[in-house]
């Protein structure tokens, strides 16, 4: 049974930071790409990061120099390490991962910037 597990949301003031932590079992994140969603109320859900197999990553425009994806493959996780936070971060933060066919999601984590 796959699992993707988020951890790690929060309130933070703007400008604060936050990790976001995903577990992952069932599969392995060394050969599928994962990847940090988000959608805020009303919003349709939006690609935030992404990183392959082999570690490359990509990046949505409005987080480019504050967000950095990492993972560690021996314990299964993928990290969103997230900086210099805005209000419009806000939102559930999901938790991806696909190869192939196959296509998993978490069940999210909020987060909120808000003074």
């Known amino acids: 049974q796959v699992q993707l597990v ?3 949301g929060d309130l933070v003031q ?3 930071s936050l990790r976001l932590s995903c577990a992952a079992s069932g599969i392995s994140i060394k050969i599928y790409a994962m ?3 988000r959608q ?3 919003k ?3 690609l935030v990061a992404r990183i392959t197999s082999g570690g490359s990553t990509n990046y949505a425009d409005s987080v480019k120099g504050r967000f950095t ?3 560690d ?3 299964m996780t993928v990290y969103l390490q997230m900086n ?3 209000p419009e971060d806000t939102a559930v933060y999901y938790c991806h991962s696909s190869w192939f066919t196959d296509d998993y999601w978490g069940r999210g984590t909020q987060v909120t910037v808000s003074s």
């Open 6 to 8: 988020e951890s790690g």
């Open 14 to 16: 703007p400008g604060g």
């Open 35 to 37: 990847g940090w969603y």
């Open 40 to 42: 805020a109320p009303g």
């Open 44 to 46: 349709q859900r939006e």
């Open 69 to 71: 994806i990492s993972k």
């Open 73 to 75: 493959n021996a314990k």
């Open 84 to 86: 210099s936070l805005k």
